[in-house]
């Protein structure tokens, strides 16, 4: 048998930011000191994707200006392809986490209107230059959430990956405070995105809003098994449909399993034990780079799904929005059966 052999870029496309938070267990402006790190839904991916091994090349557009210059920066120190960047006038985008602790949920706050990507995404991208020799295009609900320059970006990155017949995987990330400071339709636009893609991670909520039905069941495997076979009779480009499943104890401990539908099966990831969790935030950023390393190096459903899942959970590990482990660290977490020091 010959082996697969992995070929053509993964492009990833969309803002990058920076990311604001208090110390340790404080509230927002408890204190004056703010730590600052990239990040982005985005981005994250294509770090992740990066530190695995697969060649990988972000299309954004940042501000030009220190700020923006040192996320580029920071993209290539992970090893991603920073060509498709653009320069162009405006702010960096910014999200302030306030992280949880207890009984208390992390919570967000974006400051990101009149970003550089906001006002120019829809016109610096030269989609034949970006897409040339890319095997995957991976994008997310994150960018149309932005505002009308930001849907139709997204729209025409889609419209430019189907045309090329480059593969679309498509992240949900809904993101409700950001669609909720515009007239946009993320219903419509979503929905469109989904239509013309091959791989989603999405789950009962996200369909039910596309779809606009319920999935009601108490069993999340139940409503993600009825939302799965609705988005497959939706969405005819759909072959993959891959989320997380999550139960928290609390904000530090929790479990997190996988499932993976296709159109003749369904996959499934025993969930694993995260205790004393130091940062989620960017934990479905990589699992999906976890699931797309394992599609794009030939592996099975089943090996994929696992990988990625134990992506997720390393990601768990480390503060900030990055996912910073290689393959072998990952396929360590998998056969992992303690944790003593390794010496």
């Given at each position: 048998m010959i082996a697969h052999v992995p070929t053509g870029r993964i492009v990833c496309f969309g803002e990058m930011m920076l990311r604001l938070s208090p110390n340790a267990n404080e509230l927002l402006m408890q204190s004056p000191a703010?730590?600052?790190?990239?990040?982005?839904?985005?981005?994250?991916?294509?770090?992740?994707?990066?530190?695995?091994?697969?060649?990988?090349?972000?299309?954004?557009?940042?501000?030009?200006?220190?700020?923006?210059?040192?996320?580029?920066?920071?993209?290539?120190?992970?090893?991603?392809?920073?060509?498709?960047?653009?320069?162009?006038?405006?702010?960096?985008?910014?999200?302030?986490l306030t992280p949880g602790a207890v009984r208390r949920p992390s919570e967000v706050l974006y400051d990101r209107a009149g970003s550089a990507f906001a006002c120019h995404a829809d016109s610096a991208v030269d989609w034949s230059r970006a897409l040339s020799g890319a095997s995957w295009l991976h994008v997310s609900g994150v960018t149309p959430a932005i505002g009308h320059a930001g849907s139709a970006a997204a729209l025409h990155a889609i419209a430019a990956a189907k045309a090329a017949g480059v593969p679309i995987s498509y992240d949900g990330n809904f993101r409700g405070k950001l669609w909720a400071e515009w007239d946009g339709d993320p219903a419509e636009v979503l929905g469109a995105m989904l239509y013309a893609s091959s791989l989603a991670f999405a789950d009962d909520r996200d369909f039910a809003l596309m779809l606009g039905r319920t999935f009601d069941d108490p069993d999340p495997i139940v409503r993600r098994r009825a939302a799965a076979a609705a988005a497959f009779d939706a969405y005819p480009s759909?072959?993959?449909?891959?989320?997380?499943?999550?139960?928290?104890?609390?904000?530090?401990?929790?479990?997190?399993?996988?499932?993976?539908?296709?159109?003749?099966?369904?996959?499934?990831?025993?969930?694993?034990?995260?205790?004393?969790?130091?940062?989620?935030?960017?934990?479905?950023?990589?699992?999906?780079?976890?699931?797309?390393?394992?599609?794009?190096?030939?592996?099975?459903?089943?090996?994929?799904?696992?990988?990625?899942?134990a992506a997720a959970g390393l990601k768990h590990s480390v503060p900030g929005d990055f996912n910073l482990f290689d393959e072998a660290q990952v396929r360590a977490a998998m056969a992992a059966d303690g944790f003593d020091i390794r010496r």
């Open positions: 703010l730590s600052v790190r990239p990040g982005g839904a985005e981005a994250n991916t294509a770090v992740a994707l990066a530190r695995l091994g697969a060649p990988t090349s972000m299309v954004s557009v940042l501000p030009d200006n220190t700020l923006g210059r040192a996320a580029r920066d920071e993209l290539r120190r992970h090893g991603v392809d920073t060509r498709d960047i653009q320069f162009r006038p405006g702010r960096m985008g910014l999200y302030f759909l072959e993959r449909i891959c989320s997380t499943i999550r139960v928290n104890d609390s904000v530090q401990d929790q479990t997190l399993a996988a499932v993976m539908f296709t159109r003749d099966g369904e996959h499934q990831a025993p969930a694993i034990a995260l205790t004393s969790v130091v940062d989620r935030v960017g934990g479905g950023d990589a699992f999906a780079s976890g699931v797309l390393f394992g599609l794009w190096s030939g592996w099975s459903n089943d090996t994929s799904l696992a990988f990625g899942l």
